[in-house]
């Protein structure tokens, strides 16, 4: 149980385009969906926390223009990187928590983004 | 405000030998804490976690953790490392402020096993 999916698993998209990479409960409604981004050989960096039907929170520093999320149903969320940039090449990972655990949360198996 | 501190960005051992990783973190309030482990490419596993109760923790594939509040420590250990325990080892605190939902993950930490 408690299986998280991301899609694509890895994207190529030139400068100036927007992508979006999407993040599924499987197995269970998804309450929260986290959204991190990861550099190389870093750690993971929350990016936002989003509550299905409610507009996200963005971490301090994360541009909530440049990176749209959308949690429209249970199962869904969305992180859409508008007009992408070589700087935002990077590994994005999402996570979910349930209503029955909202503490624990389950990783998806991320999505590398590569901007040219 | 919470963070978490992993001594030892890289760690080598050899097959067969104790594994132990460091994690210590900062929380005015009890915290949870969290090991998950990073294979190349992919998400985080979860390899154990302590929330209440016991403070010797036991997870998946042979690992440990103590959670020891006067040290404000939580290092996970392995009696015997295998060479497929090689990957990146991340340490997780969750407390308020941001509520028993935040993650706030250490820098990592990568394990090398050699024969």
């Known amino acids: 149980g408690a299986v998280v999916s991301q899609h694509p698993s890895w994207v190529i998209c030139k400068s100036g385009t927007s992508v979006k990479i999407e993040c599924r409960s499987l197995d269970f409604q998804a309450t929260t969906m986290f959204w991190y981004r990861q550099f190389p050989k870093k750690s993971l960096m929350l990016m936002a926390t989003s509550n299905e039907g409610s507009k996200a929170t963005y971490e301090q520093g994360v541009e909530k223009d440049k990176f749209l999320i959308n949690h429209a149903s249970l199962t869904l969320s969305t992180l859409t990187v508008t007009s992408a940039h070589p700087e935002d090449s990077s590994f994005y990972i999402c996570?979910?928590?349930?209503?029955?655990?909202?503490?624990?949360?389950?990783f998806g198996p991320g999505t590398r983004l590569t901007v040219t | 405000a919470q963070s978490v501190t992993q001594l030892g960005s890289h760690v080598s051992v050899s097959e067969g030998a104790l594994v132990l990783l460091r994690c210590n973190y900062s929380s005015s309030v009890p915290p949870y804490l969290f090991w998950y482990v990073q294979y190349p490419n992919q998400g985080l596993q979860l390899l154990l976690k302590?929330?209440?109760?016991?403070?010797l923790v036991k997870g998946i594939n042979g690992f440990e953790a103590e959670f020891k509040k006067s040290e404000t420590s939580f290092h996970l250990t392995k009696p015997s490392a295998h060479m497929s325990d090689a990957a990146e080892y991340f340490c997780?605190?969750?407390?308020?402020?941001?509520?028993?939902?935040?993650?706030?993950f250490g820098a990592g930490t990568r394990l090398a096993v050699h024969p």
């Open positions: 302590y929330t209440t109760g016991a403070t």
């Open positions: 996570s979910a928590s349930g209503p029955t655990n909202p503490y624990e949360q389950y």
């Open positions: 997780a605190v969750q407390s308020p402020p941001g509520g028993y939902n935040k993650l706030i």
